[in-house]
T-cell receptor, first 119, second 118 residues
Framework: KAGVTQTPRYLIKTRGQQVTLSCSPI?????VSWYQQTPGQGLQFLFE???????NKGNFPGRFSGRQFSNSRSEMNVSTLELGDSALYLC??????????????????FGEGSRLTVL | AQTVTQSQPEMSVQEAETVTLSCTYD???????LFWYKQPPSRQMILVIR??????QNATENRFSVNFQKAAKSFSLKISDSQLGDAAMYFC???????????????FGKGTKLSVKP
């Protein structure tokens, strides 16, 4: 079973540009979450999608946005890039525990991340 | 708001020895999950162990076990018989209870870097 796939793995952008990152969850997983990881702030929750709907959103500016498609694949977009957006962006997928009316197991399966450098 | 604190930025252990990583959290909720995730260098993060708050019994997974003290809001990870492959960043994380099928969001601690000496 293929794991969570994130593309691209590495990218370099300049200030003011925008970037789109892609995440393909494990087959059958319907929840996709995005996290930003930096040395200073650690791991911070960006947003979560479930069945194409944004369910939760972290405390990030509106420049950070995302969406989820009908096949559960997700994209996140960062517009007007700033130096501080340099980070490892992690995507994680999850599947509700079977037989419990969709109660999530709580286990997240992470991708290897997309490392964004903003110059 | 919930917070997770890992007070040990770095730890070191001798191969085959036992090490305990500390984690404390703050919450007013009664239904929640606690996790330890492992992030090896340049590799993806994986779940080590999970504890549901309503379960009194401490979770164990092979060489990994937790000491869950709900009243003290403490959730430490014990690694027994440490192996070289255990070297990684370890993150303690908190998640609120059932979100009706969604996974909510995880609140992570800053992490503890574990080194294993041969």
């Amino acid at each position: 079973k293929a794991g969570v796939t994130q593309t691209p793995r590495y990218l370099i952008k300049t200030r003011g540009q925008q970037v789109t990152l892609s995440c393909s969850p494990i087959s059958g997983h319907r929840s996709v979450s995005w996290y930003q990881q930096t040395p200073g702030q650690g791991l911070q929750f960006l947003f979560e999608y479930f069945s194409e709907t944004q369910r939760n959103k972290g405390n990030f500016p509106g420049r950070f946005s995302g969406r989820q498609f009908s096949n559960s694949r997700s994209e996140m977009n960062v517009s007007t890039l700033e130096l501080g957006d340099s980070a490892l962006y992690l995507c994680a997928s999850s599947f509700p525990r079977p037989g419990t009316s969709g109660r999530a197991t709580g286990e997240l399966f992470f991708g290897e991340g997309s490392r964004l450098t903003v110059l | 708001a919930q917070t997770v604190t890992q007070s040990q930025p770095e730890m070191s252990v001798q191969e085959a020895e036992t090490v305990t990583l500390s984690c404390t959290y703050d919450t007013s909720e009664s239904d929640y999950y606690l996790f330890w995730y492992k992030q090896p260098p340049s590799r993806q993060m994986i779940l080590v162990i999970r504890q549901e708050a309503y379960k009194q019994q401490n979770a164990t997974e092979n060489r990994f076990s937790v000491n869950f003290q709900k009243a003290a809001k403490s959730f430490s990870l014990k690694i027994s018989d440490s192996q070289l492959g255990d070297a990684a960043m370890y993150f303690c994380a908190y998640r609120s209870g059932d979100y009706g099928g969604s996974q909510g969001n995880l609140i992570f601690g800053k992490g503890t870097k574990l080194s294993v000496k041969p």
